[in-house]
Every structure is written in structure tokens, then in C-alpha cells.
């Protein structure tokens, strides 16, 4: 499941600190570590193509280990890696922790989610001064619902009886590359595409003015399964020149696989590669 990035420009009008603990701790556990534990397993395989085009942009491999924690790999359709994400769902299942390396924008991007509070920070790769770490912790409504990246899924799943009898559902969503959350909502809606098993929510944002500003999202989910099938809209990947790509995604379940969550030999863009961990040392607990 992708994070949401709306094309448009929100406020940032929140509190801000520089090269929090947690941040480097995290910044730490992406730059140094092995991208993909031993005994992950393939839980799904996204696909997208252009919406327009038709042609396929890049992939995204989603894996699983302890069932609290998930990896997402991105490769382009040359096979080479360009993204990865580590979530982290001990705190919430709606609301995990992720850290996320784009080797497109150079960005490395993490979100930490507590019981009253939501920390958003962002670096670009190679910087090592604390200071260049940007941060910012925004309060959520205690009122309202906050669902947090792929955490999206397991509220659709859970809130699925309400959803499909066309009652709609309000949350909050932090959206990092603005620095705020959003309330979104999602709906029933008849889908865009030829189907006879598959029941369709489109995912806006619940405002009327920004609504104008940003087109909404298509999810598709089989319906038997209650299983998340298409994407189709704004993906969290962009092209060569940061421009965000509008995507058909189309998720394939497998057989269970290793192959594509072992990273520990692959090439990255630029050459990079992820080593070991050094010796003694684990992965942080987001």
C-alpha cells in the first residue's frame, strides 16, 4: 500500500524540533543495516503501470516476517531497486512506524507513531549533521481516527461492513512530504474498471476546496477475500525528475518466495549496497 501524497501544498503549521533521537536512531538502521531480514517471506507484488499508458514503471514487493513487521521493496522495470520501507506495527495495526529510502529524490523519510502524538521527519541522503534532519511532531484530534501508511488495509478490513453499505469513513493521515495530517475519507464507489468480483472505495481528501486541488485514489479489493487488489491514482514514487507518477496498481499474491526479500547482495542506484549489520547490533524498534 502506498503512502498518500496529495499534488498539493499544505500548511506546515506545526511544531518543529532538529535531529531527534529517534530519528537518528532510525536514520542509523536504514543507512547501515541489511535492508531485508532472514526468513522474510513474500506476502504480495504490486505492478504499476501508467494510467494512460498502459506501460509497467516499477514494482513494489511486500514482505513479511514476524507479522509485526513489514518490508516493501521498490524496483524499477529493469529489476533495479529504487525505494524501500521498513514498518513497524507494535504500537497500532492502522498506525504503524515506517522508515523510507527513495533513491529517486534522495530522501529518507520517517514517520513515529505514538498514542497522542505523530513524528514526521525527513533528511536527504548523505547529510550526517543533526541539524539537516528536519522534524516535526503534529497532534492528531482524539476524536478522530489516525491511520498511518500501508496501516490503511487493516482499517479498510476492519471498518469493511460500514464500508460496504455505502457509509463512509473519516481519519486522519500524516502526510510527510508536508509536514501536517489530513483528514481523508473513503466511500463506496462503482468501479472504473471492468469487474465482477472486486469492490471499489475511492480515497479523497474531506475538504471541498482542497479536493479541487487533488484527484482522488481508486482502491479495488476482492471482494471474497476482503483482499486489496488495484491502486490506481497518485503513487509515492516519482519519475526521474520528482514529478509524482499517476499509476495503475495491480497486486498479485503468490506462492510464498524468499528470493525477492533477500536484498542483502543487491545493487542499488548509484552503486549504493546495504551491508550486514555490524556485529552486536539490531534493528531499532520503531
Known sequence: MHFFQPAYRGS???????????????LLLVLSGRVCAAGTTVESIGYAYGIETNVLLYSETHCVGNGLEREVVYRDSGQQVIA??????????????????????????????????????????GESDPESVETVVVKPK??????????????????????????????QFPI??????VELKISLKDCSY???????????IDNWFLRLLSDPIELGYDTNLRRL???????????????????????RYPDTSTGACNLADSELIEGEAFPDFPPGNAPINL
Open 194 to 204: 471492468k469487474t465482477k468480483t472486486e469492490t471499489c472505495f475511492s480515497l479523497e
Open 12 to 26: 506546515k503549521s506545526a511544531s518543529r524540533a532538529h535531529g531527534t533521537p529517534f530519528f537518528l536512531g532510525a
Open 229 to 251: 487488489s488495484r491502486y490506481r491514482g497518485l503513487s509515492n514514487i516519482g519519475d526521474g525528475d520528482g514529478e509524482g507518477l499517476v499509476v495503475d496498481l495491480r497486486y
Open 84 to 125: 524501500h520501507k521498513i514498518l513497524r506495527y507494535q504500537g497500532s495495526l492502522t498506525a504503524p512506524s515506517f522508515v523510507a529510502r527513495n533513491y529517486y529524490s534522495r530522501e529518507v523519510i520517517s514517520i513515529e507513531s505514538a498514542p497522542h502524538s505523530i513524528t514526521i521527519s525527513m533528511m536527504k541522503m
Open 142 to 171: 482524539s476524536n478522530m481516527a489516525v491511520v498511518i501508511d500501508a496501516g490503511f488495509d487493516n482499517y479498510v478490513k476492519s471498518n469493511w461492513d460500514k464500508l460496504a453499505t455505502s457509509e463512509s469513513q473519516i481519519f
Open 176 to 181: 510527510a512530504t508536508r509536514e501536517t495530517l
